[in-house]
């Protein structure tokens, strides 16, 4: 999507480090990390958020869930643990109107996040 600029490090056309890239998914290091790891994950196809998730993106969240993350946390030497999250809509504070989820970790995680 035109202006979309996680469509635009998907395609490469912004740089980012990207830690893990597939067909139908990338994974990047977030500009302002919140933790020693923090990594964006992204489906390459534009999604604005986890509301916009359907049926025909099942095989999408799965793999996302089945196959990225745990490759990545093990990768990412995250072996005592790790937060993934997502935000979604103004209230759910996102900020950035491409579906994506923070794989976060290196520290110790306070809940509720606040
Ligand atoms: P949100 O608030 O939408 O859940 O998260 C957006 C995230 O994207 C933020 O953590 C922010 O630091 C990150 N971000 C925004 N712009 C860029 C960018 O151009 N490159 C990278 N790598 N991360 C970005
Ligand atoms: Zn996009």
């Not at 979309?4 to 990390?33: H, N, Q, R, W």
């Not at 946390?73 to 209230?91: C, I, P, Q, W, Y």
């Amino acid at each position: 999507m035109a202006d979309c600029i996680f469509c635009k490090i998907a395609s490469g056309e912004i740089p980012s480090t990207m830690v893990y890239e597939d067909d139908t998914v990338a994974a990047f290091k977030d500009l302002e990390p919140q933790a020693p790891t923090h990594v964006l994950i992204i489906p390459k196809k534009h999604v604005v958020s986890a509301a916009d998730l359907g049926k025909d993106d099942r095989e999408l969240a799965a793999h996302i869930f089945c196959d990225v993350v745990p490759k990545l946390a093990k990768e990412l030497g995250l072996s005592k643990g790790f937060r993934v999250v997502t935000n979604a809509g103004e209230e759910g504070g996102q900020t950035v109107m491409h579906l994506h989820f923070h794989l976060l970790g290196g520290r110790s995680m306070q809940w509720p996040p606040g």
